[in-house]
């Protein structure tokens, strides 16, 4: 009996040890990881409903969808959605249009990750500045109108962003040890002609793209990719080029685990400018692993069917239905709904 009792008490005292080292690792870790994401480049913006450009009405509608999908989806599933700029510009601090425009969907009623791209040339209301081409929102006032200006337009309820441009992509990317690409052959020599471009500017040597087919392409052979417009689709299909390299990227970063989330999500923000916290963020990421969010999608508005190009003053602009578009990108991103082309 003695021996008994004096072996639980040896073997509480190596659990209580365990469980302490554990503590303190993790402890350590997490410390680490949110002393490295106070680094992050946040960028302060108004979160009210007003200055963004959220309508009374678009909450009213957005509310019920994330109630109503489903009679099985209980009160408070979230359907989160985030832009995305990518900026092309050549100096940190000169201001640039938004060369890409995504809107990133955390869905968790349908367990799925989405991005929908918006073509740079629509032809939209900026408030103060009139009819124009979405992406010049971002020159004009940054990240808050470029926001407001989706809202607004396509009644949306866009409450964050993230911002990276062109030569942190290539560092993000490196970060993950390149991403896999589908090269055709009409791409390599924009590839090579766009690394070129770059690495003049960066004073760097860059590794040429010399055959077709699936390969890793390095940071600075992604982001080349997925600059090209010059080929049989112009700007459409250079949209469809820079999903497939954040598609990919996406992956990479599902591929970590739970685990090594957090110090994950340290190396993609230093390269990035955004309104949220590394509290939230960590958060949003833990919430995606723990429910099992896995799979991507993607759609590209407007469609061909609702826009045409059309030169205005001199100025070429993709002038769309918006009530139809806004429509189809309201039934896909809140109901899961696929649009459909005529």
């Not at 923000?269 to 896995?294: E, H, R, V, W």
Request: proline letters at 2%; aromatic letters at 8%.
């Amino acid at each position: 009996m003695k021996k008994n009792k004096k072996r639980i008490l040896i073997w509480g005292k190596i659990v209580l040890i365990m469980t302490f080292t554990i503590l303190v690792i993790i402890g350590t870790s997490i410390g680490y990881t949110y002393y490295e994401l106070s680094k992050v480049n946040t960028i302060k913006i108004s979160k009210s409903n007003e200055d963004l450009g959220i309508k009374p009405v678009v909450l009213e509608q957005v509310k019920d969808k994330k109630i109503e999908v489903s009679t099985k989806t209980k009160v408070g599933t979230k359907i989160i959605n985030i832009a995305l700029f990518g900026l092309d510009r050549r100096y940190k601090n000169e201001p640039s249009r938004s060369d890409s425009i995504m809107i990133l969907t955390i869905d968790e009623l349908h367990k799925k990750i989405k991005m929908s791209s918006i073509m740079r040339d629509t032809y939209v209301d900026i408030k103060d500045h009139g009819k124009t081409k979405i992406n010049h929102a971002y020159a004009y006032g940054g990240p808050q109108l470029a926001i407001r200006t989706l809202n607004e337009n396509f009644n949306l309820d866009i409450k964050d962003f993230v911002t990276v441009d062109f030569f942190d992509l290539e560092k993000i990317i490196d970060e993950f040890g390149g991403v896999s690409i589908n090269v055709k052959a009409d791409e390599i020599s924009l590839i090579n002609d766009y690394m070129g471009e770059v690495a003049n500017l960066e004073k760097q040597t860059f590794k040429k793209v010399t055959r077709t087919g699936i390969q890793n392409l390095d940071g600075k052979q992604a982001v080349a990719y997925s600059r090209i417009r010059h080929t049989a689709g112009g700007d459409y299909v250079r949209t469809e080029r820079q999903r497939t390299v954040l598609s990919a990227l996406l992956e990479k970063i599902q591929g970590v685990g739970v685990f090594k989330f957090p110090t994950t999500v340290e190396k993609l923000l230093t390269y990035t400018q955004t309104s949220m916290s590394s509290m939230y963020i960590i958060k949003l990421g833990t919430d995606i692993f723990t429910n099992n969010t896995k799979t991507l999608d993607q759609e590209r508005f407007p469609l061909d069917a609702y826009s045409t190009g059309k030169t205005i003053g001199g100025v070429w602009y993709l002038v769309t239905d918006i009530k139809t578009t806004t429509s189809q990108i309201h039934k896909y991103i809140y109901e899961d709904k696929k649009p459909l082309t005529k």
